[in-house]
């Protein structure tokens, strides 16, 4: 199994500063894909893989966010998501995600305390591995909890195409956009092994976290 990806490296500076109404600028637009539609006949393993996938490749934008700014120990949301990761491929594994929750919630950081960009992806990226153990905790949320991941993800990634090039994404032009297609293509090419695993497979939970891991990039290019 292979998950193709698009190198596409942005100009993330993290010097620089930001306007004061930038973060009231950022418009939130639901882009649909029918990806959307195929999900929601995932069972819960595949809902949970699916969603782990997608947060190990948000985790290199918080990394450098806390490397640059020193905001948080990167190391601590590496922690919560492998305990999901041992949830999945350890037989018998228990895990407290109400404590892994709380632990969560001192990394996240807010807009109004930096003026640089890399801290809308970071949020993102907390709440992506948030939206995750919500539902962890509630198991009827889940299906809603990986729509909501999936969604945060390609928003990551079309915000800061607007931020670039100040033209809003939308459902109309999204497909003219290389980048926003490129997000959802590694989506498509995580969800295409999951949907065709008959039952819960292991190796390929571990094949999927060895990839995206060895890959080290993130959706918004950003590389570990």
């Given at each position: 199994m292979?998950?193709?990806?698009?190198?596409?490296?942005?100009?993330?500076?993290?010097?620089s500063t930001l306007p004061l109404s930038f973060s009231a600028t950022i418009e939130v637009t639901m882009l649909q894909n029918p990806l959307q539609l195929r999900l929601e006949k995932f069972?819960?393993?595949q809902q949970i893989t699916f969603m782990a996938c997608l947060c190990e490749r948000m985790y290199?934008?918080?990394?450098?966010?806390?490397?640059?700014?020193?905001?948080?120990?990167?190391?601590?949301?590496?922690?919560?998501?492998?305990s999901v990761w041992e949830l999945m491929t350890?037989?018998?594994?228990?895990?407290?995600?109400?404590?892994?929750?709380?632990?969560?919630e001192e990394l996240i950081p807010t807009s109004d305390a930096f003026d640089v960009y890399a801290v809308y992806p970071a949020i993102d990226a907390c709440e992506g591995l948030?939206?995750?153990?919500?539902?962890?905790?509630?198991?009827?949320?889940?299906?809603?909890a990986m729509i909501k991941v999936s969604q945060i993800s390609v928003q990551t990634v079309?915000?800061?195409?607007?931020?670039?090039?100040?033209?809003?994404?939308?459902?109309?032009?999204?497909?003219?956009?290389?980048?926003?297609?490129?997000?959802?293509d590694v989506q498509w090419a995580i969800f295409r092994p999951l949907r065709e695993a008959?039952?819960?497979?292991?190796?390929?939970?571990?094949?999927l976290r060895k990839e995206l891991r060895e890959e080290g990039?993130?959706?918004?290019?950003?590389a570990l």
């Open positions: 292979e998950i193709v990806h698009r190198r596409v490296f942005f100009p993330l500076c993290l010097s069972e819960p393993w290199p934008n918080y990394a450098m966010f806390c490397e640059h700014t020193q905001f948080a120990e990167a190391r601590i949301y590496r922690d919560i998501l492998d350890v037989k018998n594994a228990k895990v407290n995600f109400e404590h892994q929750l709380e632990k969560l948030a939206t995750l153990l919500h539902g962890l905790l509630d198991r009827d949320d889940l299906a809603e079309a915000q800061l195409e607007e931020a670039q090039t100040g033209e809003e994404i939308t459902n109309d032009n999204q497909k003219e956009n290389e980048a926003v297609c490129a997000e959802w008959v039952e819960r497979d292991i190796d390929l939970i571990k094949d990039v993130s959706n918004i290019g950003v």
